[in-house]
């Protein structure tokens, strides 16, 4: 199965950049996608889930894709997020960790359960950031944020865990945690301590779906489009530039 990689590329838009692999080979390409991904990019491989699978695919040298294998994951694949050569694969009950040493054959490393929910997933260093959302999503009715520690990837655990209004996608980048919470805004938290993350600035007035934060500007989705804020100054970010999308 082969087709051009470009398409993916303008449905992603929103969501998803590229850039080099840290110097080491400028031609393996690798991305950063936002936390509601459906499909993730590292080391010349694309992954995307569907309900039920992962799918892998090689970029060739023309941008088509040529797939190669596929991988049961059971009901409810709903994100994923890739890192470090490390997939993190969010389920309505679980993050399912995948090494990707071996790009194109992933092998399934753990789990971490939890109840079921709508679950975006971030990670950074050793830490894995998770928002479980049931509100408007499940029928009950418990919103919450949970830091995981994922230093041995084969076996995560759950450090420290936070209430919240209405969790959707999430961002993290050094000390900071960007968390959305649709139309109750977008929280800012910092992260230094992962047993006592503290609030640093609520924008109640910003609609907030998903955010991408990279080097000082945070890309962000929402009502309102694509929207890109300067946030160099944690307890005031400054809009920078709006792209409107037609309801």
């Excluded at 993916?8 to 991305?31: K, M, P, R, V």
């Excluded at 805004?185 to 910003?206: E, H, Q, R, T, W």
Aim: with cysteine.
């Amino acid at each position: 199965m082969r087709f051009n990689i470009t398409i993916l590329f303008l449905l992603a838009a929103t969501a998803f950049s590229c850039e080099d692999s840290g110097g080491n080979d400028a031609n393996s390409l690798q991305g950063k996608g936002g936390s509601l991904a459906r499909f993730a990019i590292a080391n010349n491989h694309l992954y995307s889930v569907d309900d039920e699978s992962l799918n892998v695919y090689q970029i060739l040298q023309d941008g088509s894709l040529g797939k190669l294998n596929s991988s049961d994951l059971g009901p409810g694949v709903e994100t994923i997020f890739a890192k470090n050569g490390w997939l993190y694969i969010g389920k309505n009950d679980a993050m399912i960790i995948y090494d990707v040493t071996n790009a194109s054959n992933p092998q399934y490393v753990a789990s971490y359960s939890h109840f079921v929910a709508c679950d975006p997933v971030v990670v950074q260093d050793t830490l894995a950031f998770v928002t479980l959302r049931t509100s408007n999503c499940r029928t009950s009715d418990f919103n919450t944020l949970d830091i995981i520690n994922i230093k041995n990837p084969q076996s995560p655990q759950l450090l420290s865990n936070y209430s919240l209004e209405s969790p959707y996608g999430l961002g993290v980048d050094g000390k900071l945690l960007f968390v959305c919470e649709g139309d109750r805004g977008l929280k800012v938290l910092d992260i230094s301590d992962p047993f006592n993350a503290v609030m640093v600035k609520s924008y109640p007035d910003v609609h907030a779906y998903d955010v991408i934060p990279n080097n000082g500007v945070l890309i962000l989705t929402g009502a309102d489009g694509i929207v890109q804020y300067d946030y160099r100054d944690h307890s005031a970010i400054t809009k920078l530039s709006t792209i409107p999308v037609s309801q």
